[in-house]
């Protein structure tokens, strides 16, 4: 009886499943009535005002309102989720808040689906672009992709990347009215913006222009089992048989010492933040110069693993090779944790500081809204429930009124001290539109105390705060479409006018299309002349 039941327990838990994904497929497919999408808008925009502490900063409350006000008036005919997500985006920009996003709804797939697609390869993964000198090109490839590095897009299926970037940047937000962060962001998160235009797709063609010749490329996915035929393929062909590959038997010393090398390998990886299907290191520290005299620090972002030990290990090392310089290479890093670039700070001060201010809210329970937002699993909100009178109490011990607002402290708030072996040296740091989030209230950190001499251009993310920290991600009733939402206004203690621009280079360099295709970095070029280290 016990076997029975849970198998039809079984049976009406997949019955269920595939008619909620058949439901839910078909619901962000259709055509929605002008009154549904209105009241998505209404609701969108009321869940803006409840939570966006710094909502009309950059953009009146008049002005804003109109905008939402001329969106439904424009909305007068019934349209799909993914058009309804492009001219929402077209005015949730105007908040001037790059942490605030619009994403249209995503296709789900049943349990049979999601286990065929698991495992499954698409090589245009393998590509990273860059948009400079307008042109879309590929500054980053892995795998058998390596030759198109540098290779121009002329072409993506039968439209120009031009006519499609002009098209994106209607739609991306930055902080305040910087436009930098358009230009590189763009190019950067190409793919991205081409998924959520044109919806999820099985293959893609790029026509390449790559020196003097003109080809296109064809990519497709291919599921795990066609993987494995594949394989089985290549294995067929080759000379040498499987059978005819004796299996080598270890020693119990070798396989210690195998466990050991895995481990150390590991702990590497988690120190230097290793990402697997880039092949890359989050952090890497270099000594460049005639005479090795610059250490040179690329970040590429501060989410990933622990960092105490490679910062802690990094300093140790300069300090013993009394390096005459500091590079802080913050290009292309979206940002990350503020404990991060809190540490991190504490390297290159020899003061007490402050990280950031106290950061306005419009809820006493950040932590708990955002974990309990309409579009979290049912397993966090449960946890989320069961954990609540842990959470409310963290919130309403870090939240407090202060002049009619509400505040937030996180541990960057309170007051640091700097590390032992704090760099004294000059600190130069690089940056362009794609230093965003925390990279910016470092670098505001740093430009504000005159710490370090900035090179490149303007940085997308705001000298004077920006609203992140915890969010709510807010799914609308009809369409689907969902809403990120930041809870926190974070900004560092030094502040600029005119408001809504980010961290100026006292070096404006701007690289070009014929820099890259002769491996020249004119920043850090311009740095290492400046140094006299050149070689």
């Not at 290549?234 to 895995?262: C, F, M, N, Y």
């Not at 110069?289 to 590429?300: E, H, N, P, Q, Y």
């Not at 230093?435 to 251009?457: D, H, N, P, Y």
């Amino acid at each position: 009886m016990s076997y029975k039941l849970s198998f039809t327990l079984c049976l009406i838990l997949l019955l269920t499943s595939c008619s909620s994904v058949e439901k839910y497929n078909q619901q962000i497919s259709k055509l929605h009535s002008v009154e549904d999408i209105h009241e998505d808008i209404d609701k969108v925009y009321e869940q803006l005002q409840r939570n966006h502490p710094h909502l009309y900063q950059f953009t009146s409350k008049a002005v804003l309102d109109f905008k939402f006000d001329s969106l439904k008036k424009a909305i007068d005919k019934p349209m799909d989720s993914r058009t309804f997500y492009k001219q929402l985006s077209a005015v949730t920009k105007y908040v001037g808040q790059g942490h605030l996003s619009m994403s249209p709804p995503s296709q789900r797939f049943d349990r049979k689906a999601r286990k065929a697609l698991r495992g499954s390869k698409f090589d245009i993964t393998n590509l990273d672009f860059e948009y400079l000198d307008n042109k879309l090109f590929v500054t980053n490839a892995r795998g058998k992709d390596s030759v198109l590095i540098n290779a121009e897009v002329l072409k993506v299926e039968d439209e120009s990347p031009q006519d499609l970037i002009k098209k994106y940047k209607r739609l991306i937000a930055s902080d305040g009215y910087n436009t930098t962060l358009h230009q590189r962001v763009v190019g950067t998160r190409f793919m991205s913006y081409y998924v959520n235009d044109k919806g999820r797709f099985d293959s893609i063609s790029l026509t390449f222009r790559n020196s003097d010749s003109t080809f296109v490329k064809q990519y497709k996915r291919i599921l795990k089992k066609d993987l494995a035929h594949l394989k089985q393929d290549s294995l067929a062909k080759d000379s040498v048989k499987l059978k005819d590959v004796k299996k080598i038997k270890l020693t119990k010393a070798e396989r210690k010492a195998k466990k050991k090398e895995r481990k150390a390998e590991r702990k590497h990886n988690e120190k230097y933040g290793f990402i697997p299907d880039r092949n890359e290191y989050t952090r890497n520290l270099n000594f460049i110069g005639k005479d090795s005299a610059v250490a040179l620090l690329k970040i590429r972002g501060f989410s990933r693993y622990d960092y105490e030990d490679f910062y802690d290990e990094s300093f140790k090392l300069i300090d013993s090779l009394k390096a005459e310089a500091l590079v802080i290479d913050l290009r292309n890093n979206f940002g990350g944790r503020l404990k991060e670039i809190t540490y991190l700070y504490s390297y290159l001060t020899d003061e007490n500081f402050r990280m950031i201010n106290p950061s306005e809210v419009n809820t006493r329970f950040p932590l708990l809204k955002s974990l309990m937002a309409n579009s979290s699993p049912t397993l966090v909100k449960a946890i989320a429930g069961i954990a609540s009178p842990v959470l409310i109490t963290i919130d309403l011990f870090k939240t407090k009124k202060e002049d009619n607002k509400l505040y937030y402290k996180f541990k960057s708030s309170k007051e640091q001290e700097p590390k032992p072996l704090n760099f004294k040296g000059k600190v130069y740091v690089l940056i362009n539109g794609n230093s965003f989030s925390a990279s910016s209230i470092l670098s505001t950190q740093l430009q504000g105390s005159k710490r370090a001499t900035f090179v490149g251009e303007e940085t997308g993310g705001a000298y004077n705060g920006t609203v992140a920290g915890y969010y709510k991600m807010y799914e609308m009733p009809h369409t689907k479409v969902r809403a990120r939402i930041g809870l926190a206004f974070i900004d560092a203690p030094y502040k600029v006018t005119p408001d809504g621009y980010g961290v100026k280079p006292d070096v404006e360099l701007l690289p070009s299309y014929k820099d890259r295709l002769q491996s020249i970095d004119p920043e850090l070029e311009w740095i290492l002349e400046d140094l006299g280290q050149k070689n």
